[in-house]
DNA sequence: ACGCGCGTTCGCCACTCATGAACAAAGGTT
DNA sequence: AACCTTTGTTCATGAGTGGCGAACGCGCGT
């Protein structure tokens, strides 16, 4: 997996920077640096080579992320597929539901979120396009690994390893093996608090017949909500449909 | 405007590489090398480096952007506060009229599109968000400009050039001066097949009292649509309303 | 089985970038 | 208003690194 290889350092610095930039909601020129434990000038270079190219802006004396990243971003995703054959069913589960309605892919041994839509009474929760999130303790991740070769599934569970996020959490690999298998019989994955104390989520897997799992779309809500014949049986009727639906006009067009 | 100052040039090689990844919608690396005009290896150096640190994926032997540039996209966006003050304007706007609704703002001399919102009978164009466009020729960068310092717009002119997409484009400098004098009265700006040959689109700017025009909100539709009494009140009214409450809200949260 | 085209590896030298210190500019404080 | 602090920017230099061409090996098509 980890294949160092000659890489090009300079270019490794300036991804850290705008990181960094993210993770401190804009910055200066000193404050980068100290936070990077870099010298100033270094920073200072980087900092003017991405202005140049119009990646970062400068906003009163203090750098920031540029838009020409949402360019970028946007392509990645409208790249897949999956996106935008799935975006309409997101939209119409999370009418018909009124809950928060998820869809998301695997990359790099974790969940990424493409694209949400909130119902009327949807919960506000962290999740936003392009988070990442574990793949262990989500019913995303679950649906996705279901259907994943088995020594992939092992590989990412080493390299992630499986923290636990609430006391629900599935930290055990034999527990989680078991899970998956679950998930596979039944055709669509839960999560009972195991990301989020108080949230439950119910997801389907996106499967195509050639390429294998492209991805999952899930549904979430409070555990108040997600309870009885909607959780069971309700809601997962609704995901399996409209997964099917996504799966032929994946195929299809 | 032009800072030459010492620039990183390995960082540079690697935005070419990307922006290259999305022109040719994913490539090799001796497709990239030709395109690029670089040795194969250097090449592979970078798209290495940038595999390592997870920002482009290999899809079955060719490289493709990958989604950690969603999340910087989306933070790039969601960290102007008018994006999210806007959105559910835009959304309700797109529902009342059936058209397709707009916000962009300016971004180094051009109008970056956030977020669209297309309504029931909306067109289908080209646009999508990060998507770049000229001032001069639509109603979004008229509304905009009308509202920046005129050697601002003076320098934007002198650097993007004025270029005709249609016939109907404004393409003489003292015409666009007086046309932005327009604008300033009305309140609202036009786009009247300047862009595209068929389009016709409204915009309102949203400007706060201490920093300016933040951006602005537009409303797109066929020219069969947008006429009479709509194009000249209607719509102008519905935006200008959308655009103060955008207003109020972006100073008072 | 063969040859072409591709991604990858290798090793070397020139050049570039990382570096710290020194400079300029801006803000806050007294 | 003059001070000091803090920040952004510039500069010159040497170490190291990334750019480069050529050679390698793999996979695919014929």
Do not use: W
């Not at 279901?146 to 636990?164: F, K, W």
């Amino acid at each position: 997996m980890n294949t160092p290889g000659p890489t090009v350092q300079a270019t490794r610095t300036s991804l850290e920077i705008v990181e960094a930039l993210v993770r401190l909601n804009g910055a200066g020129v000193t404050e980068l640096a100290s936070d990077l434990d870099l010298p100033k000038s270094t920073v200072h270079n980087h900092l003017n080579t991405l202005h140049d190219a119009e990646y970062v802006v400068k906003d009163d004396g203090a750098y920031d992320v540029g838009l020409r990243f949402l360019k970028l971003g946007e392509y990645s995703r409208s790249r897949l597929k999956l996106h935008d054959v799935a975006r309409p069913e997101i939209d119409s589960l999370a009418e018909e539901t009124g809950e928060l309605v998820n869809l998301s892919v695997e990359e790099y041994g974790r969940g990424v979120y493409l694209y949400l839509a909130q119902g009327e009474q949807a919960v506000h929760l962290d999740t936003h396009a392009g988070m990442h999130v574990h793949l262990h303790c989500t019913a995303l991740g679950k649906a996705i690994l279901a259907h994943t070769p088995e020594e992939r599934v092992e590989e990412i569970l080493d390299t992630m390893g499986m923290p636990a996020r609430t006391e629900h959490t599935i930290t055990g690999r034999d527990a989680f093996f078991e899970e998956l298998d679950a998930v596979r019989d039944r055709g669509y994955a839960y999560d009972r608090q195991e990301r989020l104390d108080g949230l439950r989520c119910v997801a389907a897997p996106i499967t195509t017949p050639d390429h294998g799992v492209a991805g999952a779309i899930s549904i979430s809500g409070p555990t108040s909500r997600m309870q009885g014949e909607r959780f069971e049986t309700e809601i997962p009727d609704l995901l399996r449909n409209a997964a099917n639906v996504v799966e032929l006009n994946m195929t299809y067009s």
